[in-house]
């Protein structure tokens, strides 16, 4: 036998020993696979009687939203509250549900909260499904890998609450998109979502990739080559699976330029998504008069406190990490320190005005006081914390800068009611401020933007040097602008967007 022949009968026996292998695994994988599709179909089959059943005893649909923190006091939970009660008055027949994790508060709570912070009264009844298992979607559960953590606990949240409750239609109103696969394909449902911020962006990739020191990027990986090479493959791998989960939606709303560029680059569903402008309360903030030059002129001159000028700086902001309040009471030490000079003829004061979830969140109000006091402004710097809405009206009717301060801010509700309130808006050179809100409006400035410390102190202090009439000028011209954010707004965007799924509702 030449070589040749022998070498022939090698591989011949060599591909016979593959096929004997590879054909059990084949037949293996079509039986997982055959198993995997009985089990979504029989598991479908099921919620959609238990849907029927539902149906049968309340005899009208239930649209439910996905809200896990639905008693935290930021523009999410505002987003949510005017949702539902949009729907409600144009849907009064529709049964409208919540899932929350809330678990230390009653429903009857939750409603007098939404109320009392956001001046937001529902026309119906609204059922609570209450979460046991919230701590599955929380980032301290997750110390590494904290987004896929999340993504991966809030499936198992969301299958609690489709066994909990089937509905006709889900909205995803928090951003967890990993749950859209889970009630369209398993529940039978309409899937809806409203996109705050997209779980991961190209510009954190950006971030990664460039070594830059972030709050979400430590500084033990971005000065190592290899843990940040690791990251970025962990994040574009991670940015696949939350675009195929997000493309499951079959009407996706975003809150600004900014999330819709993202979302539109990761969940390719350009023919079902749209901007909807989250709901500011401009027209509660409209009444609060904005001093003409005279009048202001004459109030600086007369002062308050011994005769001195007062000057406001307020922030409206969660007290989470992304929102940088270190980065506000850094740049106004910094301005404290540029107006030593004047101290004896003006006052300053920072207020921090925003929403605790939990206790991490109390501790970083911990750690911010402490801040204030090692840079001597302790007695400079106020923090008001769960404020009902009468009380952030008072403190905005006395700013004279609307501080904010997050990089790549998705939208913020906050800079849009210090615009309303009068305040000379100072925000971040990024995102949705950037893109959507401090924008030219009628050929002028509606405020000021800027990016680090350095930047921030130099734009308060040119604000408090500006004479009274262009000061009061930019106020007017941004209050105009803000009428853009209002309720009314968002409610006719809302329900226009919805507008195909309620029709599918069988009433």
């Known amino acids: ?53 539902r149906r049968a005893r309340d005899g009208r649909p239930t649209v439910a939203f996905f809200h896990p923190y639905c008693h935290a006091g930021g523009g999410g939970e505002r987003v949510l509250w005017c949702a539902i009660r949009a729907l409600q008055n144009r849907y009064p027949e529709v049964n409208v549900v919540v899932y929350t994790g809330d678990l230390e508060v009653s429903g009857a709570q939750i409603l007098d909260g939404a109320r009392r912070r956001f001046n937001v009264a529902l026309p119906g009844p609204v059922e609570f499904v209450f979460l046991a298992h919230r701590v599955l979607v929380e980032p301290g559960l997750f110390p ?65 990739s460039e070594r830059n020191p972030r709050f979400n990027n430590a500084d033990y990986i971005s000065n190592n080559l290899f843990l940040s090479a690791a990251k970025l493959v962990y994040y574009c791998l991670f940015a696949v699976l939350y675009g195929a989960a997000g493309s499951c939606s079959h009407v996706v709303m975003v809150n600004s330029s900014w999330t819709l560029d993202h979302i539109l680059a990761l969940w390719r569903a350009r023919d079902r998504t749209c901007v909807v402008y989250p709901p500011c309360p401009v027209e509660h903030f409209t009444d609060i008069p904005i001093l003409d030059q005279e009048e202001e002129e004459e109030e600086e001159e007369e002062g308050g406190d011994g005769g001195k000028r007062r000057y406001s700086v307020v922030s409206v902001a969660q007290f989470r990490p992304e929102k940088d309040h270190r980065l506000q009471i850094r740049a106004f030490k910094k301005l404290v320190d540029r107006r030593a000079a004047l101290q004896g003829r003006e006052t300053l004061r920072l207020v921090l005005i925003g929403g605790c979830r939990d206790q991490e969140d109390r501790d970083r109000v911990l750690m911010l006081r402490g801040l204030s006091q090692e840079l001597g402004i302790g007695e400079r710097v106020e923090f008001r914390l769960n404020v009902p809405f009468d009380e952030l009206k008072r403190e905005l009717a006395a700013a004279t800068i609307g501080l904010h301060t997050m990089w790549n801010e998705h939208f913020g509700i906050g800079v849009v009611e210090c615009m309303a309130a009068g305040a000379v808006v100072l925000a971040h050179k990024s995102g949705g401020p950037r893109r959507d809100i401090v924008v030219p409006f009628e050929g002028g400035a509606t405020g000021f933007l800027a990016e680090d410390e350095d930047g921030y102190a130099d734009a308060m202090d040119r604000i408090l040097r500006l004479p009274a009439a262009a000061r009061t000028e930019i106020r007017r011209r941004a209050r105009q602008s803000a009428a853009r954010f209002s309720d009314r707004e968002f409610e006719n965007c809302f329900l226009a967007a919805m507008e195909p799924l309620m029709n599918t509702l069988e009433r």
Do not use: N
């Not at 591989?11 to 059990?24: A, D, G, Q, S, Y």
């Open 1 to 53: 036998m030449s070589g040749h022949d022998q070498l022939a009968l090698c591989l011949c026996e060599i591909t016979r020993l593959m096929w004997k292998l590879l054909l059990p695994l084949v037949l293996l994988t079509l039986v997982l696979v055959a198993v995997l599709v009985l089990l979504v179909a029989g598991l479908r089959l099921w919620f959609q009687s238990i849907r029927a059943a």
């Open 144 to 208: 590494h890998f904290t987004l896929l953590g999340q993504s991966v606990g809030s499936v198992f949240l969301g299958w609690d609450a489709l066994t909990r409750c089937v509905p006709d239609l889900y909205v995803d109103s928090m951003g967890y998109a990993f749950t859209l696969p889970l009630f369209r394909y398993l529940g039978g449902c309409g899937v809806a979502s409203y996109v705050h911020y997209p779980t991961i962006s190209t510009d954190m990739l950006s971030v990664v």
